[in-house]
């Protein structure tokens, strides 16, 4: 071990078996950072929750008024040497050679402090040798390499304000993701990217080779694979004449077009016009909802993109870029096509374990949504609840918290946030993630840009981290405001130029 940090001291209620305070020898002691010592048959961990300076000249506030209308306190008194630092140690649990357990005895006065060792601090959080580096932890050199099992598995939540570095973790995460070797186990990624701020990945050298990206206009499935349940999903208005209709129309189609392969929208409307039922009005309500799928044009006679069967490979990302698409129903329809397709093909063993990362989920899992507002969220909820039995992952992305569905939420075993300003956002997250308590809620307010906190499965503790920088291209599409403000001016005096030219 080196040089020990400083000594325990007896203070009012401390040292205990929940916190304990020492005395700094120099100065070298950050807030945030781990120490350990020893104690009865192992060492003691713990966290520096708060430093604070003392010094006895300036104790008493009426001589330091008296003295400083003089020359000084300092000008008199050998003050300088009287100040020392106090560290206040939240205790974390003791190390016993093989095993972490609670702290049954509190640490004595008078016990010499060190600097965490960085291989018990290590498994003391539970980090992997080969876990998914994502950052660093403050003050020592201990990459965050994350078990991605743990990580995973029971689902992952990313909740920050904007522009807290959510999609820049994400990217982080995908970039370790995507290097995995065989051995260590790939799973395929699947990407719902509503701004096109994933691209850069396409180009990139390295990741490019396992990268696909889909725009999402020309995200098409065949109709014939859509079954009758998840068309009602999308039309939650549906009356239950109309269902009753559509049902027929649907399966009368699949039994007469059993040869063919595959039957457009037109032939959809023929079936419904020509079903044997006496209300046309009933077929005329019905029509007019399925003209709205119609709109969207996504529902093809054959055409299926993505393959998904064939696209969603171990180690490979794909893309699916929602930038050019407005309509907000529009996307839940089609992340519901896609995240349903996708829990069904890995329920049966056809595609690879896959991690589903959707980007702004509240719009997809939401609260409090209307009927018509809800159509992605049952299958966001039911792969939450149910998809780590089958290696189906979701990572929740989102700067509305508050706005997410709660069930959702809570089957997110690990929540990695960043930066979070907004009150009522703080109080939810405060609520849905085990683990944070007062004092860990009241530093995600003085996150900085980059730097997040990572609790529940995949950590043994709560722990900072600084998300470390990216490899990939950062490729947005959008140049930023002054390039779009200086574009736009240019081609005002240009179009002015040739109109007074033309003259
Ligand atoms: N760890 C980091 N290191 C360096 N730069 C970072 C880091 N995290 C974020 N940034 C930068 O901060 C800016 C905002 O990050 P990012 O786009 O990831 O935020 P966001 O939380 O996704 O925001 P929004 O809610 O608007 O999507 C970006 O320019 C990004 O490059
Ligand atoms: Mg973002």
Redo the contacts with the bound molecule.
């Keep these: 071990m080196s040089e020990p940090l400083g000594t325990v001291i007896a203070a009012d209620e401390s040292p205990s078996t929940s916190e304990f305070s020492f005395v700094v020898k120099g100065k070298g002691v950050l807030k945030g950072q781990y120490v350990q010592l020893r104690h009865g048959e192992g060492l003691l961990f713990g966290f520096v929750s708060e430093v604070f300076k003392a010094n006895r000249y300036y104790e008493r506030a009426e001589s330091v008024a008296d003295f400083e209308r003089g020359p000084g306190i300092s000008n008199q008194f050998p003050t300088d040497s009287w100040e020392y630092v106090i560290a206040l140690v939240k205790v974390l649990g003791v190390f016993d050679g093989g095993r972490f357990q609670r702290a049954f005895m509190p640490p004595s006065p008078g016990a010499a402090v060190y600097g965490a060792e960085p291989d018990v601090l290590r498994s003391f959080l539970g980090f992997e040798e080969n876990g998914l580096f994502l950052?660093s932890i403050e003050h020592h050199d201990v990459p965050a390499r994350i078990s991605m099992t743990r990580l995973l598995q029971k689902h992952l939540a990313i909740l920050?304000?904007?522009?807290?570095?959510?999609?820049?973790?994400?990217?982080?995460l995908l970039e370790e993701l995507l290097s995995r070797e065989q051995k260590d186990g790939r799973v395929a990624v699947v990407v719902v990217d509503i701004?096109g701020?994933y691209g850069g990945f396409a180009h990139d050298p390295v990741f490019g080779k396992k990268t696909t990206v889909i725009e999402g206009g020309d995200i098409a499935i065949p109709l014939k694979k859509v079954n009758p349940e998840t068309m009602m999903e999308w039309l939650p208005h549906l009356s239950a004449p109309q269902r009753d209709v559509l049902r027929l129309a649907l399966s009368g189609l699949r039994e007469s077009k059993k040869d063919a392969d595959g039957y457009s929208f037109k032939e959809l409307i023929a079936a419904i016009d020509s079903a044997d039922v006496s209300k046309d009005e009933v077929k005329r309500a019905l029509k007019r909802s399925l003209s709205e799928l119609k709109r969207h044009r996504f529902l093809s006679r054959k055409t299926e993109n993505p393959k998904l069967l064939t696209q969603v490979r171990p180690g490979h990302l794909l893309i699916l870029d929602f930038s050019p698409i407005d309509s907000l129903r529009k996307k839940q329809i089609l992340v519901s096509l896609v995240a349903r397709r996708l829990f069904l093909l890995r329920k049966k063993g056809k595609i690879p374990p896959f991690m589903l990362l959707i980007?702004?989920a509240h719009n997809f899992a939401r609260e409090k949504a209307e009927e018509s507002e809800a159509v992605s969220r049952a299958i966001i909820e039911t792969i939450a609840r149910e998809g780590r039995k089958f290696g189906a992952s979701l990572c929740l992305?989102s700067?509305r918290p508050v706005n997410l569905s709660t069930t959702a939420l809570s089957q997110c075993n690990t929540h990695i946030i960043?930066r979070v300003t907004n009150p009522n956002d703080l109080d939810h997250i405060q609520m849905s993630s085990e683990g944070i308590d007062a004092r860990v809620a009241k530093s995600i307010t003085g996150l900085k840009?980059?730097?997040a906190i990572l609790v529940g499965e995949a950590v043994n503790y709560p722990v900072f981290i600084?998300?470390?920088?990216?490899k990939s291209e950062?490729r947005e599409k959008g140049a930023p405001l002054h390039r779009q403000a200086i574009e736009f001016e240019e081609n005002a005096e240009k179009k002015a130029k040739n109109v007074e030219a033309f003259l």
């Design positions: 950052g920050a304000m904007s522009g807290a570095g959510k999609s820049h973790l994400a990217s982080v701004h701020e980007e702004e992305i700067q960043l840009v980059g730097e600084s998300v470390r920088d990216r950062k």
